[in-house]
């Protein structure tokens, strides 16, 4: 009898080590706060709020939060910037990046991205470009937008993803944030993951 | 204090009560008003609106001191999308509290008159009758995420 112990504690050992190795792998991928999104890797050059060129391929390395808005909308796109602006203070790592991509490029101009996205954080960086420009962005994360047509014809929403995306350092888009799951903390922690 | 002077310090707030809180009971609690961005002029107000008594009442109107315009609104969420919607009111169900916060329903000001800080003054009008005036701190972006925390 006293034979058998040997090989059976070292097969007891060996899927300990197993499942446990199968275990963190498993929670390893599974404890991004956001939802897994993966998009292959892109660029995209357009204009930022202080008419410099920026590429997102200037920026390998960073980790990357993406949000779609305009500067007309009274809820949504100040909430989420302001959230973003948040995620930043408790990143504290030159290395995380917050973009503002305006879907309302006809009236968001360089100058008016200028004065409305610093009010948020001095490190937010707010970006417009040509319609098709930025269509290829909205194309490239997976998401629409389209003008609302108000009575007065100036007086127009636009309807877009509230959602946030996150770039990893290697340039492709790997999580999603809905609406209900932008939380600056979590965010936070998903940013300083990926920057470890 | 004497008897009398104490008597009428009491009728005072008698009368005075139902002018500060409204008649049906209904009551406002934590309003605030996002400080509007540079070079916009648009903005929302959030708040409680509590409705202890036994009676449904409902949300018909907002105007602001600080804004042309003032509307509700609710959001409805779509599959990849989020769209504002002007409704006409916002019911408060007897016993229940109704939040307006970001992201939610919330109260539209449009036209601000410029650069709103400090406090405003909103003025909600119910379907009971009830008239409340609110003073709604201003909040910076900063201020409004720490108070979301709180909350
Ligand atoms: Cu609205």
Redesign the interface.
């Given at each position: 009898m006293k034979k058998y112990y040997l090989p059976l504690a070292a097969l007891v050992l060996i899927a300990l080590v197993w499942f446990g190795v199968l275990g963190f792998l498993g929670t390893g991928n599974g404890t991004f706060h956001g939802d897994e999104y993966r998009r292959p890797a892109f660029d995209f050059s357009l204009t930022d709020h202080r008419s410099q060129k920026f590429s997102l391929s200037d920026h390998t390395g960073k980790v990357i939060l993406l949000n779609f808005g305009f500067?007309?909308c009274?809820?949504?796109c100040?909430?989420t910037?302001?959230?973003l602006?948040?995620v930043l203070d408790l990143v504290g790592d030159e290395r995380a990046m917050a973009l503002f991509i305006t879907v309302d490029p006809e009236r968001d101009t360089v100058s008016?991205l200028g004065?409305?996205i610093p009010?948020?954080?001095g490190s937010i960086v707010g970006l417009t470009g040509s319609e098709q420009a930025i269509k290829q962005v909205n194309d490239a994360c997976g998401?629409?937008?389209s003008k609302?047509q108000e009575t007065l014809e100036d007086d127009y929403?636009v309807?877009?993803?509230?959602?946030v995306y996150l770039i990893g350092p290697g340039g492709e888009i790997m999580l999603r944030y809905p609406?209900e799951k932008?939380d600056?903390g979590k965010i936070a922690d998903d940013v300083k993951r990926l920057l470890l | 204090m004497t008897m009398k002077k104490t008597l009428l310090v009491f009728l005072f707030f008698l009368l005075a009560a139902p002018f500060a809180r409204g008649e049906a009971g209904i009551s406002v609690k934590d309003p605030w008003v996002?400080q509007n961005?540079?070079?916009?002029l648009?903005?929302?107000a959030y708040m409680v609106i509590e409705n202890p008594g036994a009676t449904a009442d409902e949300l018909l109107s907002v105007s602001c001191d600080c804004s042309a315009e003032a509307s509700i609104?609710v959001?409805e969420?779509?599959e990849?999308?989020?769209?504002?919607k002007e409704v006409p009111s916002i019911a408060v169900p007897p016993g229940a509290s109704v939040g307006l916060s970001?992201?939610g329903s919330?109260l539209?000001?449009?036209g601000l008159s410029g650069d709103i800080k400090d406090n405003v003054v909103l003025e909600l009008k119910f379907r009971s009758g009830a008239r409340i005036s609110v003073k709604a701190p201003v909040l910076s972006?900063?201020a409004?995420?720490k108070r979301s925390h709180h909350h």
């Open positions: 500067t007309n009274p809820d949504v100040p909430t910037l302001g959230m602006g948040e008016k004065d409305y009010f948020f954080h998401t629409l937008y609302e929403l309807i877009h993803s509230p959602a609406k932008l600056p | 996002r961005p540079p070079g916009t648009v903005t929302a609104h959001i969420m779509g990849d999308s989020m769209v504002m970001p992201g919330h539209m000001l449009e972006p900063q409004a995420q």
